[in-house]
C-alpha cells in the first residue's frame, strides 16, 4: 500500500517561492512515476509536472520556466519548487503516484495560496 503526504505549501506573495515535498511510504518508489497535480475553487484538477523513474519530467504550459520537479530516490521523496508565483498559482496541490498499468495513488493536498 502506498502512502504519500505532501508538506511545504502555505501563504506567499506574488513573485515569492515556495517548496512542496512529497513524502512516499511504500515500495518501490524509485520506479514510480511520480507527479504534482494541482486544484483549485470550482476548477478541475490539473497537471502541474510529473517525473519519471528516469528523471524525464514534464510540465503543463504555464509552468514551465518557474516550477521544477525534482525526486530524491534515496529519500523517497519528490519535490516541487515553485518560483515566481502568481494569484492564479492559488490552489491545494496534490501529489501523485503511479507505476505501469496500476492504480493512482493520492496524497491528501497542501494548499497554496498566494496574495496578490
Known amino acids: 500500500q502506498v502512502q504519500l503526504v505532501e508538506s511545504g505549501g502555505g501563504l506567499v506573495q506574488a513573485g515569492g517561492s515556495l517548496r512542496l515535498s512529497c513524502v512516499f511510504s511504500g515500495s518501490l518508489f524509485s520506479i514510480n512515476t511520480m507527479g504534482w497535480y494541482r486544484q483549485a475553487p470550482g476548477k478541475r484538477r490539473e497537471l502541474v509536472a510529473s517525473?519519471?523513474?528516469?528523471?524525464?519530467?514534464n510540465y503543463a504550459d504555464s509552468m514551465k520556466g518557474r516550477f521544477t520537479i525534482s525526486r530524491d530516490n534515496a529519500k523517497n521523496t519528490v519535490y516541487l519548487q515553485m518560483n515566481s508565483l502568481k494569484a492564479e498559482d492559488t490552489a491545494v496541490y496534490f501529489c501523485?503516484?503511479?507505476?505501469?498499468?496500476?492504480?493512482?495513488?493520492w496524497g491528501q493536498g497542501t494548499q497554496v495560496t498566494v496574495s496578490s
Open positions: 517525473i519519471t523513474s528516469t528523471g524525464t519530467t
Open positions: 501523485n503516484s503511479r507505476r505501469g498499468a496500476g492504480p493512482d495513488y
